[in-house]
């Protein structure tokens, strides 16, 4: 069994920044791809960024290229994910997940 916790989510401006982290346990964090989703209300949970396991490759959806950095830190079992020039639309609650595990999430609004 996998745990994933979600942390730091909360309300920013528009233009603001946060950084999200997602602390896992249960398995050995370093040899498996990580990912971010997120779900905003009324719509589908949808892919935002992933990471592989040694960090040297990621991808990310192209409604937030250029402005999130997925990173993580395999000495401290955990993934990030810093979210620069927030939007409206970033609004949601933002999920962890390693196939098949997923966190609780975190909620991101972002005011206009």
């Known amino acids: 069994q996998v745990q994933l916790v979600e942390s730091g989510g909360g309300l920013v401006q528009a233009g603001g920044s946060l950084r999200l982290s997602c602390a896992a346990s249960?398995?050995?964090?370093?040899?498996?791809?990580m990912n971010w989703f997120r779900q905003a209300p009324g719509k589908e949970r949808e892919f935002v960024a992933a990471?592989?396991?040694?960090?040297?490759?990621?991808w990310y959806a192209d409604s937030v290229k250029g402005r999130f950095t997925i990173s993580r830190d395999n000495s401290k079992n955990t993934v990030y994910l810093q979210m620069n020039s927030l939007k409206h639309e970033d609004t949601a609650v933002y999920y962890c997940?390693?196939?098949?595990?997923w966190g609780q999430g975190t909620q991101v609004t972002v005011s206009s």
């Open positions: 990471i592989t396991s040694s960090g040297g490759t990621t």
């Open positions: 997940h390693t196939r098949p595990y």
């Open positions: 249960g398995r050995a964090f370093s040899g498996y791809t």
